[in-house]
């Protein structure tokens, strides 16, 4: 369970502490989706900034149950300085005004994905258009997009960036969240071009830390995770051959940041940890080597695997254009690893 007090976060916390929040001092400032990893660990931050130099941002979280951010968040409830809104993004957001709105709501589980995908496609895309209607009925008020680098699709490239344009089926049932990604990012587009919203989107990659969900999520870092810290063998549902890069949440979280402060109008940038590639059986076994007795074992594959994963052969994301805004991954996936694990005892 995640808790702003435990010794993990808290070391996190003061490492976001470094970045520069100046441009927040006194906002007015939204986060959706705040009971995802991602959105509690940014909430977090601005708190702490609260804490630790008088930042004074005025914070609100929305949470579709009341019951999950009361879990998620505690006594944090209780601050004047936070405010939980308890609505499904879906429906118009009337609450406000904003002068910053981070719109990270939405599932990307694969197990919702297989199983609602007519509601992963509903909250990516009029959850987008009303967080955008929303800021647009108060012109400067700034948003933050949370997209996927999923929307890049299958490419020739051998290195994804900004403006690389690739191809999706997307009558596969697969596909409706990438393509509902997709479709948000061009909303987004035209409300900065029709009404002036500025807009910061991020493409981010294979993220994870304390505070992800291990039940039941469907991902591959989740459900090893899930088994280490539940004491069980670590089990792949395949031989382990597929390659992936992970980037630890402090530094996704410094990249958001990092992006959105550099953007002033219009920007759009991937943030990935692709220092570190690994296969899936080498995860597993990094994982299995955090906790006594893990080993790995194997099973067969659910037998959703075909409608939930991403069946696109992996490219390495560029960071270029973050990097040279001064951001570069720290943590190493070994570390974060151990790290994500420390925080669940």
């Not at 906002?27 to 990893?37: E, F, S």
């Not at 601050?79 to 809104?85: E, H, V």
């Not at 061009?186 to 900065?192: D, F, I, M, T």
């Amino acid at each position: 369970m995640f808790s702003y007090d435990n010794q993990v976060v808290r070391e996190d916390m003061e490492r976001l502490s470094a970045l520069d929040f100046k441009p927040f001092r006194g906002r007015r400032v939204l986060v959706t989706g705040v009971t995802g990893m991602l959105a509690t660990y940014l909430a977090c931050a601005f708190l702490y900034m609260n804490d630790k130099c008088g930042l004074g941002v005025g914070l609100t979280g929305l949470a579709r149950h009341r019951e999950k951010a009361e879990m998620r968040f505690g006594a944090l409830l209780e601050r004047p300085d936070f405010t939980l809104l308890t609505q499904d993004v879906t429906e118009p957001l009337t609450a406000g005004p904003f002068d910053v709105i981070f719109h990270l709501a939405g599932s990307a589980s694969a197990r919702a994905i297989a199983s609602a995908p007519v509601d992963v496609i509903t909250a990516n895309v009029l959850g987008t258009k009303n967080v955008l209607e929303a800021a647009a009925r108060r012109p400067g008020t700034k948003v933050f997009f949370a997209s996927t680098r999923e929307v890049y699709g299958r490419s020739e490239e051998t290195v994804l960036r900004e403006e690389t344009l690739g191809t999706l089926d997307m009558l596969l049932p697969r596909s409706c969240y990438p393509e509902s990604k997709r479709m948000a990012e061009n909303l987004c587009a035209v409300y900065h071009q029709e009404f002036g919203v500025p807009v910061c989107i991020a493409r981010i990659a294979h993220s994870y830390g304390p505070g992800m969900q291990l039940a039941g999520d469907g991902r591959v870092m989740a459900d090893l995770l899930g088994n280490a810290s539940r004491g069980e063998d670590i089990v792949l549902h395949s031989d382990g051959s597929a390659r992936r890069a992970f980037c630890y949440l402090t530094d996704t979280v410094a990249g958001i940041l990092t992006a959105f402060t550099h953007t002033e109008g219009w920007g759009v940038f991937n943030i990935a940890n692709e220092t570190e590639e690994i296969s899936v059986r080498e995860l597993a076994e990094l994982a299995a080597g955090c906790v006594p007795g893990g080993h790995v074992t194997y099973a067969a594959p659910p037998a959703d695997s075909a409608r939930a994963y991403f069946n696109v052969p992996r490219v390495r994301l560029s960071t270029e254009k973050l990097e040279a805004l001064g951001w570069r991954p720290q943590v190493k996936l070994r570390e974060g690893v151990a790290r994500t694990l420390k925080s669940l005892l």
